[in-house]
């Protein structure tokens, strides 16, 4: 049986080797001897990484890609720190503190508690949301919890990165794919073809060839979901830090 994958936790560089990786357990398969019909699916995860692994390179070797990139950490690090002030708030022993900072938590679980960990578009979506339901209706309660200062930033962090995106973003050639359009599509090829797999071996465990390709696909998610989840882990001890980081250059 397979291990499972999440695929959430796969950063972009991981998923490039994990496609590499997967396609490599195959780099000996025969479609002319396809008794399990794995061919379909093999060449459709191989067409999938070929697809992100040229979204790969190019969004990387473009410098903009870089800027953007660290304007995104920041508002990541405005919005972790606005967020996880107003949810400390809801602990306090003032009923009006709690009840303002309850409320304005409501909101940012409405539109995206998670929002830092959404794509750029969908990031910006949630977090104009929350900023305007915010602004429009609830800015007492800002300044009731003294969150003024980290609701401020959060929204110069946002403003400076859609400024960023509308003044330098430059289309990439129409027949190539963005990294966030390449992303699901390899991730939906890598699915189809371990659930085939998978499939068949526990009908022919006995099947010489399709232990094999568990044995060295499972050895492959192993690793993979180790490293995906001790990034996770470095990336949440850093957190605080980022936090104070960007306090402190305001």
Same mark, same amino acid.
């Given at each position: 049986?397979?291990?499972?994958?999440?695929?959430?936790?796969?950063?972009?560089?991981?998923?490039?080797?994990?496609?590499?990786?997967?396609?490599?357990?195959?780099?000996?398969? #025969?479609?002319?001897?396809?008794?399990?019909?794995?061919?379909?699916?093999?060449?459709?995860?191989?067409?999938?990484?070929?697809?992100?692994?040229?979204?790969?390179? /190019? =969004?990387?070797?473009?410098?903009?890609?870089?800027?953007?990139?660290?304007?995104?950490?920041?508002?990541?690090?405005?919005?972790?720190?606005?967020? @996880?002030?107003?949810?400390?708030?809801?602990?306090?022993?003032?009923?009006?503190?709690?009840?303002?900072?309850?409320?304005?938590?409501? %909101?940012?679980?409405?539109?995206?508690?998670?929002?830092?960990?959404?794509?750029?578009?969908?990031?910006?979506?949630?977090?104009?949301?929350?900023?305007?339901?915010?602004?429009?209706?609830?800015?007492? #309660?800002?300044?009731? %919890?003294?969150?003024?200062?980290?609701?401020?930033?959060?929204?110069?962090?946002?403003?400076?990165? =859609? =400024?960023?995106?509308?003044?330098?973003?430059?289309?990439?050639?129409?027949?190539?794919?963005?990294?966030?359009?390449? /992303?699901?599509?390899?991730?939906?090829?890598?699915?189809?073809?371990?659930?085939?797999? @998978?499939?068949?071996?526990?009908?022919?465990?006995?099947? !010489?060839?399709? *232990?094999?390709? !568990?044995?060295?696909?499972?050895?492959?998610?192993?690793?993979?979901?180790?490293? *995906? /989840?001790?990034?996770?882990?470095?990336?949440?001890?850093?957190?605080?830090?980022?936090?104070? #980081?960007?306090?402190?250059?305001?």
């Amino acid at each position: 049986m397979l291990q499972s994958v999440n695929y959430g936790l796969i950063e972009s560089n991981q998923l490039l080797t994990l496609g590499k990786s997967v396609i490599g357990v195959f780099s000996t398969f #025969d479609p002319k001897n396809d008794p399990h019909v794995l061919a379909p699916f093999v060449s459709l995860c191989t067409n999938g990484y070929k697809l992100y692994s040229q979204a790969y390179e /190019r =969004e990387h070797k473009n410098p903009f890609t870089q800027e953007l990139l660290k304007g995104d950490k920041r508002r990541d690090c405005s919005f972790w720190g606005y967020r @996880d002030y107003v949810s400390s708030c809801t602990n306090s022993e003032e009923d009006n503190i709690k009840d303002a900072a309850i409320r304005l938590l409501n %909101i940012i679980i409405k539109h995206g508690w998670g929002a830092a960990y959404f794509g750029y578009k969908a990031q910006t979506a949630a977090l104009t949301k929350i900023i305007n339901e915010t602004r429009d209706f609830y800015m007492s #309660d800002v300044e009731l %919890i003294a969150a003024k200062t980290r609701f401020d930033l959060m929204v110069t962090r946002q403003e400076d990165f =859609e =400024e960023l995106q509308k003044s330098s973003v430059t289309r990439p050639p129409s027949n190539l794919p963005t990294l966030v359009e390449a /992303r699901p599509k390899l991730i939906d090829s890598l699915r189809k073809l371990l659930t085939m797999v @998978d499939n068949h071996y526990s009908t022919s465990p006995t099947d !010489v060839v399709l *232990a094999g390709y !568990v044995k060295a696909l499972n050895e492959l998610i192993v690793l993979t979901m180790t490293t *995906a /989840r001790a990034a996770q882990t470095r990336d949440e001890n850093k957190k605080k830090n980022d936090e104070s #980081d960007n306090a402190s250059a305001t």
